[in-house]
């Protein structure tokens, strides 16, 4: 197989009415965690690989382990560049064979963060690969403050698509980077307003934390895609803490690593999963 594009997996969220999940990837512990919780499912995937890691290993290396990986797949899985920051970590993303990329322009101005988004669209998807922008500000829980401000309006949201030609929009209603304190409230309001404006794919980022039924709900509400790595950061913490008491083998550390971190993306995708009706 090879890596699916974010549109054959907006599609796929859309026919099969479930949310797909996005992974990102630490180390190779993490991408083979992902790999095999998609093969235990048979639910398709998207390994993310955010801008800001790769100064801390290789993207062609990883890039390369992706595609071997998906090469035996069950299930459809995308190689998703997130959070792509500047235009030439976008382009680099895209010389190196990822099949989606993410454009976030959320923290510059509207118009700045339409002409660059509509800018990369152009290039992306002369190159078959389709592009996921952001509006309003996810931000991050603890540092950035959440008000209604921040938030995605749905008659913007539905200008942005329009100019940008994004095949998905991540949106803020309330959700947040990293480790929230308590449990977000989210705007299914204001989801449910944007989804009534916009064709394309939306995407919930900062989702470790939220409420199972929150994310049945949110899909139900038009949700296709979901981010999550909070979650994973703090079961291999937990995992790596606990191993300390009774180390054995590298080896044998390793492995649980990449089974505990396998068992919490089993469990976000199979949730994801859950939100069809039938
Ligand atoms: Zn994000």
Redesign the pocket.
Known sequence: MNPASLTELIAYSRKNRIGVGMFNIVNLEFAQAIFDASQETGLPVMFGIPERFTQFYSEVCMTQVCKKMIESAKAPIAIHL??GKSFKGVMSALRTGYSSVMF?GSSLDYEENVKQSAEIVKIAHAMGVSVEGELGY?GRAGTDELTPDSFTKPDQAEDFVRRTGVDAL?IAIGNQ?GQYKGIPKLDFDRLKAIREKVDCGLVL??GSGIAPQDFVEAIRCGINKV?I?TAMDTVAKNFTRASFADFGAYLDYTRGLTAVVRDVVKEHMELFASAKIN
């Open positions: 997130d959070h976030d996810v991540a980077h980022h900062g981010n790595y």
